[in-house]
C-alpha cells in the first residue's frame, strides 16, 4: 500500500516517524509524500504545549477529510497526543482507524495492515487528578476544526520503547545530516513539562549501538549528527556509566566521514567537565551548546521546579567559554509562568544581556493539565505573556544584531544546505555554530550554484550582517 506520513513536533518525534517509515517501507509498502494518493495515513502528532495540540488535531481532520475525498482507506495517529488522550481521539474523531501511543513504534505495521490494536493498559503509577481550566473556548461548542481533546493521561501505554541500530530507519531529513536519538524519556519533574509522563524514564542506548547507527549514517551520505535525547548530558548516567557522554564523543570523533558532530538539548546541572573537555578536544565535535535554562529569576526557577539557580547559571556560562573557547550559547525560557512578576521579566532581561547568547528562542508559558504547574492559577494574562516575549526577543534581536556586524570581514567554513528559498541564485548554508530549522543561516551569494550541492563544505568570508542572518561569498571557488 502507498503510506504517507506527517510528522509534527520535535527533532526526536521526526526519529520515531523515521523509525515508522523505515519499518513500512522493510514490510514492502511504498511511501508517497502526496496525501491525497496514500492508501494509509499516518500522522505522527506532538502534544507539548497547547498550540502543538491544536496544529497536531488540525492535522488529523485534514487528514479525515482525505480519507473522505481520496484513495484512503486508514488513517493512524501517533506520538504523543496518542500516548496522552488515545480513548478521546478515537470519540470525537471517528475516522481514526488506529493509536499508537510513543512506546508503539514497532506496531506500525500492524496498524497499516488493519491487525487489531494494543488499547493499552493501566499505568502502574499513582493515580492524579488533573483540573481542566474552563476558558471562553470550552464554554460553548466550539468547532471541529478546533476541538482540543479533554483526556486523562493516566490510562495509555507504558512509553518504554527504545530504538537500536538494527530498527530501520529512512531519513526524513536532508542527505547530509541527521538527528541520531541517544536516549529516550526523562526523570526530571519540571513543573511545566509533561514530557516524563508521555515518554517514561530515562534510558539510555548503549555507546554500541549509538556508534554502530552512526557509521550506518555516515556511510548513506551523512555528514553532520546532532545527538538528541530529552537530556542529553544525562546519557549513561541512569545505566551508571559516568562521564558515558564524553567517552561517546571521543568515539564518534573517530568515525571516518564524518565532519561534524552537534550535541542539542543539555541540561545546566548535568553538563560536567568531562564533556566540556571533549567538546574543546574533539575537531569534528561543534563548539555549539544548547541548554534550555528556561528562566534566571530564582522564585521562577523555583516555582518550574528546576534544579539550579541564576547564580549556579552565571558559573556555569563562564566555565563553559572558559572551557570551550569559541563556543556559541544556545537557549530558551518562558515566561509568563505562574506568579512571575514584573521583576522576575527584570531579572531575566539583565541575563540576557550580561551573557550574549548566540542563539535564544523564547516561548509564552502554556498551562498545560497533567503538570504540576497546572495546579497554580494561570494569572499571567495571554496578552501580557505575549508582551514579555516580544521585550525578550527585542533585547536579542538587539543584542545579536551588535554582535553579527563585528563579524563581517571575519572568514569560517560553512556548510551548504541548499538553495534560498528566497532566490534562486543564493544559498543557504550553516557555521557550525548554527544548527538546522532552529537558528538563523549564513547567505552565500557572488557565487555559481550550480557549482555546490547540499552538503558541501565552503570557505567563506562574512561580507554582510541581517538582524540574524549573515550574508557570505565564497574565499575561493570551489568546496572545500
Known sequence: MKIGLISLGCPK??????????LAREAGHELTRDPAAADVLVVNTCAFIDSAKKESIDAILDMAQ?????????LIVTGCLAERYRDELRAEIPEIDAVLG?????????????????????????????????????????????????????????????????TPRMLATPRHYAYLKIAEGCDYKCAFCIIPTLRGAYRSRTARS?????????????????????????????????????????????VEGLEWIRLLYLYPTTIDDATLSAMADCDKVCKYIDLPLQHASNTVLRRMKRPGTRQHYDRLLNRIRERVPGVALRTTFIVGFPGEREADVAELSSFVTDHHFDHVGVFTYSHEEGTAAHLLADDVSAAEKSARRKRIMTLQKKLIRTKNRRRVGERSRIVVDGPSADHDLVLRGRLSTQAPDIDAAVYLTDCDPSAYRAGDFAEVQIVGARDYDLIARPVRFGVL
Open 13 to 22: 518525534n521526526l526519529v520515531d516517524s523515521e523509525v515508522m517509515l523505515g
Open 66 to 74: 482525505h480519507k473522505k475525498d481520496g484513495a484512503c482507506s486508514r
Open 210 to 254: 549509538i556508534l554502530k547507527e552512526a557509521r550506518q549514517l555516515v556511510a548513506s551520505g551523512v555528514k553532520e549528527l546532532l545527538l538528541i535525547s530529552q537530556d542529553t548530558t544525562f546519557y549513561g548516567v541512569d545505566r551508571d556509566e559516568r562521564g558515558a557522554l564524553a567517552r561517546l564523543l571521543r568515539e564518534l570523533n573517530d
Open 102 to 166: 510513543t512506546g508503539e513504534v514497532p506496531d506500525i505495521v500492524k496498524a497499516i495492515s488493519g491487525a487489531p490494536e494494543n488499547r493499552g493498559r493501566q499505568n502502574d503509577a499513582a493515580p492524579l487528578t488533573f483540573f481542566r481550566q474552563q476558558t471562553a473556548r470550552d464554554t460553548g461548542p466550539p468547532s471541529r476544526s478546533t476541538r482540543l481533546p479533554a483526556g486523562s493521561i493516566a490510562t495509555g501505554t507504558r512509553p518504554d520503547y527504545l530504538y537500536d541500530a538494527e
